[in-house]
């Protein structure tokens, strides 16, 4: 093998030669899993959202057709996986969002997202870990630091879920810059 590269819910493996049949294949891929990487558990992490910070939120549940409060209780019903990381350091795709949260991306994305602003598009929700361009409809904060790229603090890695909480501004205030 040459190379692996992950993508959304593949692995692209390139070699130098064929593998033979997909049962070698399949065969070689068993082989290189450590029983630890097989049984792996999935680390859990629970986020603090302070939904009423949230830039579009009401505009996205009116253009959804939905209250407010609607939206906010689809958002946390369930927990999502980090499907991968990218965009910028930390920045953590998480799935699959209820398909009554289904919204494009702003047709003109903003120029600067504040750090924790926590946002929604497609099928996806994210939290953005540090001040970035992006054109995703903006649904609330969190508090929480989760990027700190000199001290090479990324808590928050593919395979992960999370799952989401809310919390009012006073408390967002209270937890405001702490870790994850």
């Known amino acids: 093998m040459i190379e692996a590269v992950a993508s959304y819910e593949t692995v692209g493996l390139y070699f130098s030669e064929p593998p033979g049949s997909l049962a070698d294949l399949d065969e070689w891929v068993r082989l290189q899993c450590s029983p630890e990487i097989r049984n792996h558990p999935v680390r859990k992490h629970r986020l603090p959202v302070c939904y009423e910070l949230g830039e579009d939120l009401e505009s996205s549940a009116e253009r959804l057709g939905l209250s407010v409060e609607d939206l906010i209780g689809l958002h946390m019903k369930c927990a999502y996986r980090c499907y ?7 920045f953590a795709y998480l799935g699959y969002l209820d398909a009554r949260l289904d919204l494009p991306r702003l047709s003109s994305p903003r120029k600067r997202v504040e750090p924790g602003s926590v946002g929604i598009t497609g099928r996806q929700t994210a939290v953005y870990p540090s001040a970035t361009p992006g054109g995703w409809n903006l649904i609330g904060r969190c508090p929480l630091q989760l990027v700190e790229a000199s001290e090479e603090y990324f808590p928050i890695e593919a395979g992960d879920e999370v799952e989401f909480y809310r ?11 702490g870790r994850l």
Do not use: Y
Not at 84 to 90: D, K, N
Not at 167 to 177: A, H, M, Q
């Open 167 to 177: 919390i009012d501004d006073t408390e967002f205030e209270r937890l405001k810059g």
């Open 84 to 90: 991968a990381v990218g965009f910028s350091p930390g």
